[in-house]
């Protein structure tokens, strides 16, 4: 149990143009989902924290009107890079904490790998 | 915020031998301490974790130690194979609703054969 599953795994865009990625967590409702972004052979970075039904919350220098984050269900938050250029091309992480409450583990999806070309 | 700082960062060590791990934070408000091991282009997987009313906890050859006074936490791996290579990140976590995790820099864990 506990997957969370994220959609494309891999996405190559050209700059300037826009790209959604998709967290769904499969098998629990999700009241909570966080997107991380890593660069290589550094650390987890988190980029803003996600509840359903109410505005994502940005973390300190993340801009909130390039990367759009909508929780519109208990299992479904998309991020979506805008007007992507070069320096965005990163690993792209989510995760989800169960809605039942009281867990603190959270459930990390696979991850996506963008590039801007 | 919270901040978490990891060393060391690259470790290696002879196959069946320990390794050891270190983290620091400095919320003394903190009260959930995972260990995810990192597989290159993989999703982080939680081998680990201790919340801050437990001192220490072991599951077959991984282990991890808390001290809150100190405000650092340590993974310790006995008798290591060289599946267990892998980057190995800390986390920890504030109580409260969001349960956001600040990770540490991350540990390059290379197992010798």
């Known amino acids: 149990g506990a997957v969370v599953s994220q959609h494309p795994s891999w996405v190559i865009c050209k700059s300037g143009t826009s790209v959604k990625i998709e967290c769904r967590s499969l098998?629990?409702?999700?009241?909570?989902m966080f997107w991380y972004r890593q660069f290589p052979k550094q650390s987890l970075m988190l980029m803003a924290t996600?509840?359903?039904?109410?505005?994502?919350?940005?973390e300190q220098g993340v801009e909130k009107d390039k990367f759009l984050i909508n929780h519109a269900s208990l299992t479904l938050s998309t991020l979506t890079v805008t007007s992507a250029h070069p320096e965005d091309s990163s690993f792209y992480i989510c995760s989800a904490i169960p809605g039942a409450g009281g867990s603190y583990e959270q459930y990390f999806g696979p991850g996506t790998r963008l590039t801007v070309t | 915020g919270e901040n978490v700082e990891q060393h060391p960062s690259t470790l290696s060590v002879q196959e069946g031998d320990s390794a050891v791990i270190k983290c620091t934070y400095s919320?003394?408000?903190?009260?959930?301490f995972p260990w995810y091991k990192q597989e290159l282009g993989k999703r982080p997987q939680l081998i680990i974790d201790?919340?801050?009313?437990?001192g220490e906890k072991k599951d077959q050859r991984i282990a991890v130690t808390l001290n809150k006074t100190a405000k650092h936490f340590s993974l310790h791996i006995t008798e290591t194979q060289p599946e267990d290579s892998a980057v190995y990140f800390c986390?920890?976590?504030?109580?409260?609703?969001?349960?956001?995790?600040?990770f540490g820099s991350g540990t390059q864990l290379t197992v010798l054969p």
């Open positions: 098998d629990f409702q999700a009241t909570t």
């Open positions: 996600s509840n359903e039904g109410s505005k994502a919350t940005y």
């Open positions: 986390a920890a976590s504030l109580p409260g609703s969001a349960r956001q995790l600040t």
């Open positions: 201790i919340r801050s009313n437990v």
């Open positions: 919320d003394s408000a903190s009260n959930y």
